[in-house]
């Protein structure tokens, strides 16, 4: 896991990031795999969690 701008999550074939953004009051997403979408939506279900200790909620 990095966490020098948000959370990066790195599996062993792409990666998913969340980060605050600097200008508005939302949490941005961005993610990397070769796969279809189900593959980055399994992935942000799994660290869900996570990630809303994070964020304090």
């Given at each position: 896991?990095?966490?020098l701008d948000?959370?990066?999550?790195?599996?062993k074939d792409g990666w998913l990031?969340?980060?605050?953004?600097?200008t508005e009051p939302?949490?941005?997403i961005y993610s990397e795999a070769p796969e279809?979408?189900?593959h980055i939506e399994g992935m942000?279900?799994?660290?869900?969690p996570d990630v809303a200790v994070w964020m304090g909620r």
């Open positions: 896991i990095e966490t948000g959370f990066k999550f790195r599996v990031m969340f980060r605050p953004s600097g939302v949490l941005r279809t979408w189900s942000l279900f799994a660290l869900y």
